[in-house]
């Protein structure tokens, strides 16, 4: 089980660097998505292009996917954020296991 070559570290180092981007990009979304619905409201200035009965039922939509896409980003997070941990434990077994002494090396 004792890894010389730290292989396996380097492979925890990689997932973790991995899921450390995925949060990234998962929160890079999120601020994109908001850009994007400020944006919309900006330059397209709804209240001039929809009448009022409209322009809430454009708003109430807006709402409904911008509650929903959040609602997506937060369970992502929470996984990434699960497998990370998952992850470190893991690590930090391998690293106690090779740094601590071989009981039959004695």
């Known amino acids: 089980m004792f890894d010389d070559s730290f292989q396996r570290s380097k492979v925890y180092f990689t997932v973790l660097e991995t899921l450390r981007v995925s949060g990234d990009w998962i929160r ?4 994109s998505w908001d850009s994007l619905r400020e944006q919309w409201s900006r330059d397209v200035k709804p209240e001039r292009l929809f009448s ?3 322009l809430v039922a454009v708003q109430e939509n807006w709402a409904v996917v911008d509650r929903n896409i ?5 369970i992502l997070l929470t996984r990434v954020a699960n497998k990370t941990e998952e992850v470190k ?3 930090d077994g391998v690293s106690i296991a090779t740094v601590a002494p071989h009981p039959c090396r004695y």
């Open 70 to 74: 959040k609602a997506c980003a937060d």
């Open 28 to 31: 890079d979304s999120l601020k």
């Open 52 to 54: 009022q009965p409209d």
């Open 89 to 91: 434990s893991l690590r």
